[in-house]
C-alpha cells in the first residue's frame, strides 16, 4: 500500500511524495530534500509532533494526503581561529573574517553555489 504525502516549507513551496507505509520518514525527509533543497533537519506531522527518523510511515499513522511540514537547517558554521563561514540552507555560502585566515571567499565565490 502506498501513500501520497506533500512536505511543505513555511515559504510555502511543497514536494509531492509518493512513498509505501513502509517508508521510514527518513527516506521522506531524503526524496523531500531531493526536491525542495537546502537541507531538511526535521519533519513535522499533521498534528505538530516531530516525527521520527526511524519510524514508517504506517508506524506514525500518517495517512494519505498528509501534509508534512519541513524544518530547514538554518546555518552550519564552520570556524578557524579568526574566520567563520557559513553555510546557508539554500546552500550558499557567507564568510567573515580577515581574508588571510579564510574570511574572503570572493575568488571561488561562484563555485560555492
Do not use: N, W
Request: proline content about 3%.
Amino acid at each position: 500500500m502506498s501513500a501520497h504525502l506533500i512536505v511543505a516549507l513555511a515559504s510555502g513551496r511543497h514536494a509531492d511524495i509518493d512513498v509505501s507505509h513502509e517508508a521510514t520518514i527518513e527516506d521522506v525527509r531524503r526524496q523531500a530534500q531531493e526536491v525542495l533543497g537546502g537541507s531538511i533537519r526535521q519533519l513535522v506531522g499533521p498534528r505538530g509532533d516531530a516525527l521520527p527518523k526511524s519510524s514508517s510511515v504506517g508506524e506514525v499513522g500518517l495517512a494519505d494526503g498528509a501534509v508534512l511540514t519541513a524544518v530547514v537547517a538554518e546555518c552550519q558554521v564552520a570556524a578557524s581561529m579568526l574566520a567563520f563561514a557559513c553555510l546557508r540552507g539554500d546552500g550558499c555560502v557567507t564568510t567573515l573574517g580577515p581574508e588571510k585566515y579564510g574570511g574572503d571567499c570572493s575568488l571561488v565565490e561562484e563555485s560555492l553555489r
